[in-house]
């Protein structure tokens, strides 16, 4: 069994920053990818980043791109999003989640329903 669990979430002015972590137990996560997606209310979850844990492969929904990092700490199994030039359109419940994919590819992370671990959500919420 996978636990996922984020923290770093809040309130933030436009413009500011915010750095989710999430944090991974229950097994070796060598082999796992981890994605980050958002849900804002009344919106489908949609994807945000992915990355691989042992490679450090990595893909970024384009609308934040130059403004949102994904990365990984092996040592800690956390995976961070760090966030910034944040915009009100950001707000939104964000997830971490978790799977083994034998082939990393965009078609693939960016599905939310190929992934079968999750976490139970974090909230941003950014103020114009």
């Given at each position: 069994?996978?636990?996922?669990?984020?923290?770093?979430?809040?309130?933030?002015?436009?413009?500011?920053?915010?750095r989710l972590?999430?944090?991974?137990?229950?097994?070796t996560f060598?082999?796992?990818?981890?994605?980050?997606?958002?849900?804002?209310?009344?919106?489908?979850?949609?994807?945000?980043?992915?990355?691989?844990?042992?490679?450090?492969?990595?893909?970024?929904?384009?609308?934040?791109?130059?403004?949102?990092?994904?990365?990984?700490?092996?040592?800690?199994?956390?995976?961070?999003?760090?966030?910034?030039?944040?915009?009100?359109?950001?707000?939104?419940?964000?997830?971490?989640?978790?799977?083994?994919?034998?082939?990393?590819?965009?078609?693939?992370?960016?599905?939310?329903?190929?992934?079968?671990?999750?976490?139970?959500?974090?909230?941003?919420?950014?103020?114009?």
């Amino acid at each position: 069994q996978v636990q996922l669990e984020e923290s770093g979430g809040g309130l933030v002015q436009a413009g500011g920053s915010l750095r989710l972590s999430c944090a991974a137990s229950g097994r070796t996560f060598s082999s796992y990818a981890v994605g980050w997606f958002c849900q804002a209310p009344g919106k489908e979850r949609e994807f945000v980043a992915a990355i691989t844990w042992n490679t450090g492969r990595i893909y970024y929904t384009d609308s934040v791109k130059g403004r949102f990092t994904i990365s990984r700490d092996n040592a800690k199994n956390t995976v961070y999003l760090q966030m910034n030039s944040l915009k009100p359109e950001d707000t939104a419940v964000y997830y971490c989640a978790a799977d083994i994919f034998p082939i990393f590819s965009r078609t693939v992370v960016t599905d939310k329903n190929k992934y079968n671990y999750w976490g139970q959500g974090t909230q941003v919420t950014v103020s114009s």
